[in-house]
């Protein structure tokens, strides 16, 4: 495995994702910054956890598609709290892949082009643009999945908003459904503007439910146009709650940690419907729901969310977009906890996704 120096000084690409120009034309082949002919690609380690600092590219050798299985070239990754949790040995001290060996990869979930197709695979062909999720290893510029962990990718959907949805959507998914949050319910979603936030606020509301969303004052307004009513976190949370919902609240879900399951409980909501995504050593001390969107993902569920996006019934916003090489400002990013949305990593047709010279 070979280093590859990350440039200093280079700009980082923070056009949204929906600016017309993602798509960005090149004059050079779309497989340009993968070495076919020698068989490398690039891709994002780290070796040690800690800081986002750790994470460095570096050249390794192309995968081929086993039995079973496609290869993408990846055009996007979107950078989830499940990758700082990894990467600053969060999981290792709870007892997630505590043993695994470094160095590591990162990266849950991507969209890309298939360019091979292993034996015994039909339904997918060569150029087929998708997207997926998979157990590590999205940060590169070419991953191997085994197909039913891919769909489709509609062709109005852009890259970066792809790249973002396969794995936080499908966590919001399974956590209101481990809820069962539907009609009649009064949802309190702590951390309402985050990725998983956002589109657990919308699923809940196609689902019947009237929401609540905790958010800093800033993504209020957003907030409302998702369907959700805003409340603001932090101290004073459980009256300002109140006085939204003086009939009480039904159901919780913790997207956010800071206190938010002590505040679910203090709003009277039932342990059996408390669930946290971040917050396990809380939800073990609470006795309430230890949430793993991860355990429960299959394609689906990914078609459906996909499909709510065509018709134009599911919003996926992404705050920002950086090249590959820059994981760790993504990763610097993410770790704020105040972003609006999804932050995706790129993967460019002109091979320009950072690295250096």
């Known amino acids: ?151 489709a990718k509609p062709p109005m959907m852009s890259w970066a908003v792809a790249g973002a949805l396969s794995a936080s959507g499908q966590t919001a998914q399974v956590a209101l459904r481990a809820l069962n949050v539907g009609r009649g319910d009064t949802l309190l979603v702590h951390g309402a503007a985050g990725g998983v936030g956002t589109i657990a606020v919308q699923l809940a509301r196609l689902a019947g439910a009237r929401v609540i969303g905790s958010a800093s004052r800033e993504n209020h307004a957003y907030l409302r146009t998702l369907g959700a009513e805003p409340v603001l976190y932090g101290d004073g949370l459980v009256e300002r709650v109140r006085e939204l919902a003086p009939q009480g609240v039904s159901v919780a879900l913790d997207a956010a940690g800071r206190g938010a399951i002590a505040a679910s409980l203090a709003l009277g909501v039932a342990r059996e419907r408390i669930g946290s995504l971040v917050d396990g050593d809380g939800a073990r001390e609470h006795g309430v729901l230890r949430l793993r969107g991860e355990c429960d993902r299959d394609r689906d569920r990914l078609r459906h969310l996909v499909d709510l996006y065509e018709h134009g019934r599911l919003h996926v916003h992404v705050r920002e977009i950086y090249p590959l090489a820059h994981a760790a400002v993504a990763h610097r990013d993410v770790e704020t906890g105040h972003g609006r949305g999804k932050v995706v990593l790129m993967v460019y047709q002109t091979g320009d996704s950072g690295f250096g010279p």
């Open 1 to 151: 495995m070979l280093r590859v120096p990350t440039p200093s000084g280079q700009a980082m690409d923070n056009r949204n994702a929906r600016d017309d120009d993602l798509d960005r034309p090149s004059s050079r082949d779309a497989a340009d910054g993968i070495d076919d002919d020698a068989g490398l690609m690039q891709a994002v380690h780290f070796d040690r956890y800690g800081a986002p600092e750790v994470l460095y590219p570096a050249v390794l050798p192309l995968p081929e598609a086993a039995r079973g299985e496609l290869r993408v070239r990846v055009r996007a990754a979107g950078v989830q709290p499940a990758d700082i949790a990894r990467r600053n040995g969060d999981f290792a001290r709870r007892g997630i892949d505590a043993d695994a060996a470094f160095p590591q990869r990162l990266g849950y979930e991507f969209a890309g082009v298939v360019d091979q197709i292993g034996d015994g695979v039909r339904g997918y062909y060569h150029g087929q643009e998708v997207l997926g999720w998979c157990d590590g290893g999205a940060y590169a510029e070419v991953v191997t999945v085994p197909a039913p962990q891919v769909v």
